[in-house]
């Protein structure tokens, strides 16, 4: 049996070296240390497992204070009999190089090469095998292997796998089940969509050619994968036209709603998926009378309700934005005509109204009539990234949106083709509605 804890986008801002940040996103960065301190101490006091995985993006934007503090907090784990094993990500480094005369283009900011050496005693140290420096093997356990895998591709517009290191993976993979051993993979970027709208708005920010490679991946006989990058919780799963099956198991930012931590079991039958949370008493930070769960739901709210404002009254806010969700602002630009019509729309309209003026009012229950629709969005955006998408048919909400979105699909055919969404209301329903475990589930090993 294999048991171990794993987080993932910590962004961790050391704002004692660096001053406060006025950034705006969905994560905490002023709070992030506070909130790694507390999740580190959850896990410190579970002493049936010794081993962490850390799944990338360790720092907000590779500043070396970040960097230096978050070495600190690795080094707490480890004082208190924990194993950690991490990879690094886009967010742990700066696009920089040395300039002819050597100097620095941007002080303070950790060069690419510079992490393997940083990080060396968590993970990379005890390295079975290797591909350029960031990706490894690791024996966690006997008869238990971590394929731990770097995906910066080329840094920005493409991450993933380029074939000499897709070769090397498929190498360990067939290794491992030559020599008997139960192999699983940490990567930083989706292999599956966290969510059917993912691949529309933020391509860019899956693995690159995720489609192929994750079926390439499951032919090899790779069963699991964990990821992070999106923020969300997810656990998704794909079956191949040769009856393999692939999951993925991604896991929200460390530092965001709702402060996830994956617990994961192993045994000879299943892999058992179970998610804590970090709890308010833990936190030191004045939290202003509210849990942490409703400071960070308020935070990330606040962002949502200003990215709705800005979609109806200020596209190059909506521009500035766009990255804190992993949309480009490029499609920002791209998309401004029906972008700001929706938005102006959203900004007064209620469900009664949108259920009124898609000739299917009697679709919309009395009871949800007077919700505006800006302030119900916030509720199903956080409920994707939470693993928790609720709304059935059986609901009222779901039950009126699906009949809106069905109507839509004659009244608005041209723009809804425009934006490349086919059918409204199939799209629609998989993004309200999940039935499948997000947050604790039981996966086998096999079938």
């Excluded at 799944?55 to 960097?67: I, K, P, T, V």
């Excluded at 059986?394 to 083709?417: C, S, W």
């Amino acid at each position: 049996m294999l048991k171990f804890h794993l987080v993932t986008d910590t962004h961790y801002y050391n704002d004692d070296a660096l001053g406060q940040s006025a950034h705006v996103d969905q994560k905490t960065l002023n709070e992030s240390g506070a909130i790694i301190d507390a999740a580190f101490e959850k896990i410190i006091e579970q002493t049936d497992t010794d081993i962490v995985l850390i799944a990338g993006d360790l720092s907000n934007n590779g500043e070396r204070a970040s960097h230096d503090g978050f070495l600190q907090k690795l080094r707490h784990l480890k004082a208190n009999g924990k194993r950690v094993y991490l990879i690094t990500a886009t967010h742990d480094y700066g696009q920089t190089t040395i300039l002819d005369d050597g100097s620095d283009p941007q002080p303070g900011v950790t060069y690419r090469s510079e992490l393997r050496g940083l990080y060396n005693e968590f993970g990379f140290h005890e390295a079975i095998a290797e591909f350029e420096q960031l990706s490894y093997v690791v024996q966690l356990a006997p008869g238990y292997r971590l394929l731990a895998l770097n995906d910066d591709g080329d840094g920005r517009a493409f991450c993933g796998y380029y074939e000499p290191q897709l070769a090397w993976i498929l190498e360990q993979i067939r290794k491992a089940r030559e020599d008997g051993e139960f192999l699983f993979a940490m990567t930083h970027h989706p292999v599956l969509p966290p969510s059917p709208i993912y691949p529309l708005i933020s391509r860019r920010d899956m693995l690159g050619d995720y489609e192929n490679c994750a079926k390439t991946l499951a032919d090899a006989g790779l069963r699991f994968i964990f990821t992070g990058h999106t923020h969300m919780q997810n656990i998704g799963s794909l079956t191949t036209e040769s009856g393999n099956r692939l999951y993925d198991i991604n896991t929200g930012s460390l530092v965001g709603f709702d402060t996830p931590i994956r617990k994961v079991t192993v045994d000879e039958k299943n892999m058992t998926v179970e998610t804590q949370r970090v709890e308010t008493e833990r936190v030191n930070l004045d939290l202003g009378g509210k849990t942490l769960s409703e400071y960070l739901r308020d935070h990330f709210d606040f962002l949502l309700k200003d990215i709705f404002d800005a979609a109806a009254n200020d596209i190059d806010r909506l521009a500035a934005h766009s990255g804190g969700f992993s949309v480009d602002p490029k499609t920002v630009y791209k998309y401004r005509a029906p972008i700001q019509a929706i938005g102006k729309a959203l900004d007064t309209m209620t469900l009664g109204m949108a259920g009124y003026l898609c000739f299917c009012p009697q679709r919309v229950d009395k009871s949800i009539r007077h919700i505006k629709i800006k302030d119900l969005l916030p509720e199903l955006v956080r409920s994707i990234y939470a693993g928790d998408e609720p709304y059935s048919i059986h609901t009222p909400i779901g039950n009126a949106l699906l009949a809106i979105a069905g109507n839509l699909n004659t009244l608005g055919n041209p723009l809804i083709e425009k934006l490349g969404l086919g059918d409204l209301r199939r799209f629609l329903a998989p993004i309200i509605y999940d039935p499948t475990p997000d947050n604790n589930a039981v996966l086998p090993l096999k079938g």
